[in-house]
């Protein structure tokens, strides 16, 4: 299910290529397909062609961890950056959150009949998933508010709570939610409140409330709903690991995660820069090229310093995690979790600047692209929280 050639070298070349003759060229066309139809979560049939496309040229599944005999992290990033200069693409390549990372849950801590029923289309892309967490009467910034219940009855759990934000969930392609709820309330350690289930979508008492906007974009076809489970019932077998695991799953499945973020982040903020450097040269303002004044030559100097310090924070991130694994490496997965959508955010607001008005509009990746940035600073985990957990790491650490 892997890729074709193990050189990461050549795989840039080759996913460089891939953008240019069929990523880059088709953008117009997929939001044309997107928006050309009464439900925006429909699949896109372009996506289907695309993905077609990339698996014939070996671009498949790039995001697969070294242990089961993919890239590693240092080489998955400038191939995540790649992809994450267009927003939808990393679909294409099966490389999409929350995919990628329900997919390592399953691999990690799915049953072989649990992986054969859901890994398999995972990998091959026929189908979608999603992972519910958070929630919309608790602070779901810890995650041990969460509310949601799942207990035990005969040989069924039934599943009672609400969700939020839920990233795939009214897309037509996902069949699958990976649900976080707490089986055992009462325990008097937090941590092993929590149990993690698989719920297939098309279970009763899943209800898909509403698609959600963020900044006024629905993020169509994939989305975050609001999702309703009342009164679930599925079989025991459906429990991930066993009951109390949940906190020990979610650790373990976020690390990768939000590096990945920051990885397509920095390449959302490369080509927002790249688009300001054209712009400086195309118009003229009081009988100069943007290009010379010096407010904007000095936007872009700083923006590209920015970037070029996330890009190695980055890096250095993802090669300590190759060293040591994410849970050792926590400390740089929170300072590049910290630092990286906050840098794309600034960065693509100055390039918007440059562009006037036309740079909020959708004619440009830009508008989409600072959304996305600004919501990363909640996604796994808000800034706040690494900073309190990183601010604890280091003071124990130096004293």
């Known amino acids: 299910m892997s890729h074709s050639s193990p050189d990461p070298q050549i795989l840039q070349d080759l996913l460089q290529r891939f953008m240019d003759e069929h990523i880059y060229p088709n953008e117009t066309e997929y939001h044309r397909q997107l928006n050309d139809r009464a439900d925006r979560f429909l699949t896109v049939p372009l996506m289907e062609e695309l993905k077609a496309k990339a ?85 779901s910034s810890d995650a041990t508010n969460v509310q949601t219940r799942i207990e035990r009855d005969g040989d069924d759990y039934v599943i009672n709570g609400k969700k939020w934000f839920i990233t795939n969930a009214p897309y037509e392609r996902t069949k699958i939610l990976i649900v976080m709820g707490k089986s055992d309330p009462l ?47 599925v079989p025991k077998e459906n ?28 390449g959302c903020a490369q080509r927002a820069l790249e688009y300001a450097c054209r712009r400086a040269v195309s118009r003229e303002t009081f009988g100069k090229k943007l290009s010379e004044h010096q407010s904007v030559l000095e936007d872009i100097a700083q923006s590209f310093s920015e970037i070029e310090q996330a890009r190695l924070l980055t890096l250095k ?44 509009t959708a004619d440009y990746p830009m508008a989409e692209a600072y959304n996305y940035a600004r919501w990363c600073r909640q996604a796994d985990g808000p800034d706040q929280v690494h900073m309190m957990s990183l601010g604890k790491q280091l003071i124990r650490r130096y004293t």
């Not at 029923?117 to 979608?128: A, Y």
């Not at 169509?220 to 709903?225: E, T």
């Not at 009951?243 to 982040?265: D, K, N, S, T």
Request: aromatic fraction near 6%; glycine fraction near 10%.
């Open 55 to 139: 698996q014939a040229a070996g671009l498949w599944n790039l995001w697969m961890p070294r242990d089961h005999g993919g890239l590693s992290n240092a080489d998955y990033a400038p191939l995540a950056e790649i992809m994450g200069r267009v927003l939808w693409a990393p679909e294409v390549f099966n490389c999409n959150a929350p995919d990628t990372g329900n997919m390592e849950v399953f691999m990690k801590y799915a049953t072989p009949a649990q992986q054969e029923r859901w890994l398999t289309p995972l990998l091959s892309g026929e189908i979608r998933s999603s992972y519910a967490m958070t929630e919309p009467d608790v602070a």
């Open 187 to 233: 325990n008097s350690n937090r941590h092993l409140q929590q149990s993690q289930i698989l719920v297939p979508k098309d279970t009763p008492g899943v209800k898909i409330v509403r698609a959600l906007t963020t900044l006024g974009y629905d993020d169509a076809p994939l989305g975050h709903a609001e999702v309703h489970f009342e009164n679930v019932r």
């Open 239 to 266: 429990i991930l690991l066993g009951e109390g695991r949940g906190f020990e799953i979610a650790q373990g499945r976020l690390g990768p995660g939000r590096i990945h973020h920051c990885m397509r982040l920095i």
């Open 317 to 360: 991130t993802a090669r300590r995690m190759d060293e040591v694994g994410a849970k050792d490496a926590r400390d740089l997965i929170a300072a590049a979790k910290i630092t990286v959508p906050l840098m794309a955010q600034t960065v693509i607001d100055r390039c918007m600047q440059i562009h006037g008005a036309g740079g909020l």
